[in-house]
Structures are given as C-alpha cells and as structure tokens.
C-alpha cells in the first residue's frame, strides 16, 4: 500500500511518502512550514502596500493567518471573504463578521475593488506531485492520502467549541476505545468537522483516484507515539503532545484510551504542566479545573491507573522541551527515528487499522 501522510500543524507540515515495498528509512519525508504561516505573510504583503483583500478558496487552519487578517483590520483595510472561506477564522459567521470582516459572493465585491485576491488552501497535492516528479516519484500511484488538521467542530451555540472538542472525541472512543477510532474515512467525517471535510473535497479534487482518511492532529500524534520501538513495549502509557498550541495528554492502558486532557501550551510551565500530568495519571484533576483555566478539559473512560502505574511517559511535539525541566522521567518519542514524523505515522497506523487491504 502507498500512503501519502499529511500532517498539518501550526508551524509545519509535515509530510512522509509511505510505501510498504520500501523500508521507511527510503521513504520520501517532508518538513514544510504550515500554510498558515506563508499565507499569513501574504496578508502581510498586502497590509504594508496598504490594499484591502478578497480571500476565497477552502477551510485552512487559522493561526498565523487570522492574526494577520486582524493586524491587516486594525490598519484601517478592508478585508472581504466568502463564506465558505470565512469558516477558516470561526466555526460562527456572525463572530467573523465581529471581527469587522465582510462576507460577500464574487458579485457583491464592491465594482471598483482594486485589491489584493489571495486564494487560501493548504491541501497542494498538485504541486507535491509537480516536484517528486523530478525525483522519479508518482502520486498517481498512491491508494489513500491521510491528512490530519486541528479541528473544533461547529458546536451548538450555547456550548464553547473547547468543550465540544472533547465531547466528541469521548463519543467516539467510548463506543471504541482504541486512538485510530478518532480517524475518520472520507466517508464517515462527522459534518460539525467542517475543516476535515474541506480537506477531504481538497483531496478528491487533486487525486480523485485515491482514499481519503483524515485524523485531528493531537490524537495523530499520539497513536504515532506509541509506535516508537520503547513504547510500543509498555503496558500503561502517559502520551504527552506539546503542540505549538494545544498540549493532549492522553493515557494509554494495553492499547486502549483510558482518559484524555488538553490545554493551551501558552497557560502552562513545567511545575504547572508535571503537577497537571501527575494529578490526571491519578484521576485527581477535574474537567471543570482545565475549563476554567482556559483549557480544554479532561475525561475518563474507566479509572486510571495512578502515576506510580505508569511504565513510561512519551512525549513528542514542537514544545517537548518544556518536560526537560520538570524533572519527570521522560522518554522523547521518535517513531521511524524521527520525532517530526510522529503525526504522519499515527496517520499511517490509522489508515492500516480503518483499511484492509
């Protein structure tokens, strides 16, 4: 099978050409920076030549290019979206159109816009294709594309999308506790995951021959975690994932989720981040608790296992140094021999688990 794994985060993307004919150490990887990141600079571009802007295309992942878009408002410029695209900023329209952002159709631009048209998508299978090529790799060939994004979720309106987030990654694994449930084949992408699916009508536009599956990226990251050689060979697993701005931990117990916690990696130090991981290994932190704290939360599925039950504490993640200073014994994940391929294996895994050949 050949797998083209996609892992979108905020600062990279992170790619591996997976091809089971081939030892993974051949396979083709891939360090990008995300498309947030160099479309944010366009917007950039666009503030400092004083233009207004048009942006059209698909969902991407905010980030880098909702503050530029903020910075581009505050300068006194317009900025015009459609509505499709406009879900890249909020999963509500009416919070992006607070943000001082007007959403119109192609033929409600105002007739004399001379401004700047950025089209937005960070799924570029074509031109992927485009340079392989000139090392003699095919994506024609390839059975499925994985790709993983950071999704929320359009949450009912009386819900914060924190807690929504969580609420259904708990639906999903209590009806299967394994972390390749929280994959989803092209077919089955719930419709609140809006930026799942815009990647998956990305996908099938580029290469509509192949499958698609596609995964949110902290739990991708975490099922690539356990398939670091040392890992894979314990029984309960605390995965840690410090992302550029969520941190996911999650309990693993003979391949199954006991409980998962996320918060924002800004709220969080090493005494604060070791206490948090130390208490929720012993079921002593509260969702409410995280909530409050402007994270995430936390659940279970059953009772964890306590600290002192813990064979070992993986961590993987752009902010895995912060776990360097808080004294816990800690072993840095490197699935494949390469900690930046973490989420794209998790990919890969997922895609051999959801996919029989």
Known sequence: ??????????????ILLYDDRKRIENCVKMILPSPSQFLAAKVGEATISRKDIFVEGDIIGGGAFTLALKTHLERKLQVFMTERTAYTLRNDLDEVRQLGIEIVEYESLPRNFKGERLRIEEINLLKLKEFLEYFGESLLDVDLVAIAVQDHGVSPKNMSDRRFRLQMMKEFLERDPSPESLAFLEEAVPPCFLRMKSAVQASKRQLPEARVLVMDTSPAAILGCLHDPIVKRATHVLVVNVGNNHTMATIVSKGEVVGIMEHHTSRLNPPKIKKLLVDFSEGKVSDEEVFKDEGHGVFFLINPPGFSKI???????????????????????????????????????????????
């Open 1 to 14: 099978m050949k797998i083209l794994a996609v892992d979108i985060g905020a600062g990279t993307e992170d």
């Open 311 to 357: 064979d070992i504490v993986a961590v993987t993640g752009p902010n895995r140094d912060i776990l360097n200073s808080t004294k816990l014994n800690v072993h840095f994940a490197s699935p494949a021999g390469d900690m930046m391929m973490t989420g794209p294996i998790g990919l890969i895994e997922a895609v051999k688990k959801k996919v029989k050949n």
